[in-house]
C-alpha cells in the first residue's frame, strides 16, 4: 500500500521520537510504500529551521534513514477539481495525494481530517496503526 506521511508526521517521528512513532515508522517501512512530495519535505525542512535551528543537518540524515517514493507536487488542485480545504496551503499536498493515487494519507491536521474522501483514505496515526498493524 502507498502511505503518504504528512509533514506533522514526519516532524513527530525526528522530533519527537517515541514508543509509538517507532512502531508506526516500523510498520510502515517494512510492510507499505511511503510517497513523499517536494512540498512536503521543504515544509518538515523549513519548520525543522525556524522551530529546531540546531537540528538542521539531522532533519537532512533524517530522509536518509527512511525509504521512500518521491513525487513531485500537484499544483492547482481547485481548477483540478479537488475538494476544498480550509487551509490552503495544505491543497498542493491533498492534490498530490489524489493525483498520486496514494491510498493513505497519515496526518494530525484536522482541516485534512474533516474531509470525508473514499480516497485516498486519511487517517491519523494511531488510526492507521489500528487498522494495519
Known sequence: MRVMLDTNILISAA?????STERFMRLVTEHHRI???????????D????KFPDEADGAARFFQKIPFELVYTQKGGK??????????????????????GVDVLVTGD???????????????MAEF?????
Open 15 to 19: 522530533a519527537y521520537p517515541s514508543s
Open 35 to 45: 510517497v513523499l512530495c517536494d512540498y512536503i519535505i521543504n515544509e518538515f525542512r
Open 47 to 50: 519548520v525543522v529551521a525556524k
Open 79 to 100: 481548477e483540478l477539481g479537488v475538494p476544498v480545504i480550509r487551509d490552503i496551503d495544505d491543497e498542493p499536498i491533498l492534490a498530490t495525494a489524489i493525483f498520486e
Open 110 to 124: 484536522k482541516d485534512f481530517l474533516s474531509l470525508e474522501l473514499l480516497e485516498p483514505k486519511i487517517m491519523t
Open 129 to 133: 496503526m489500528a487498522a494495519f498493524s
